[in-house]
Nanobody, 123 residues
Framework: QVQLVESGGGSVQAGGSLRLSCAASGDTYSTIGMGWFRQAPGKGREGVAAIDRNGNTNYAESVKGRFTISQDNPKNTLFLQMNSLKPEDTAMYYC?????????????????WGQGTQVTVSS
């Protein structure tokens, strides 16, 4: 079992920045990676970024060059630095723990999820 708690969401104007954090506890040694997903109102959940235990990263095309995923392994904390935010980035953001191999944005590879943190970007 892995417990995940996100923080750092909020409301910003377009062009602004936010840094999301995700504190992990429990059986974190069994995870093979971590990811950030988001769900906008009326839309399905989508992968934003992911990082594996070796620090290899993947990003959705829509956030490349603006978002950076990172992790502090000793503190079991995952981060998502979001710069140059756009109104279309408005969504609930979730962190998730990856348990099995496969495509980084495949939700079925992530059995553990946080409750989410809301990000709202106004124009």
């Amino acid at each position: 079992q892995v417990q995940l708690v996100e923080s750092g969401g909020g409301s910003v104007q377009a062009g602004g920045s936010l840094r999301l954090s995700c504190a992990a506890s429990g059986d974190t040694y069994s995870t093979i990676g971590m990811g950030w997903f988001r769900q906008a109102p009326g839309k399905g959940r989508e992968g934003v970024a992911a990082i594996d235990r070796n620090g290899n990263t993947n990003y959705a095309e829509s956030v490349k060059g603006r978002f950076t995923i990172s992790q502090d392994n000793p503190k079991n904390t995952l981060f998502l630095q979001m710069n140059s935010l756009k109104p279309e980035d408005t969504a609930m953001y979730y962190c998730a723990a990856k348990w099995w191999g496969g495509i980084w944005y495949d939700e079925s590879r992530y059995p553990y999820w946080g409750q989410g943190t809301q990000v709202t970007v106004s124009s």
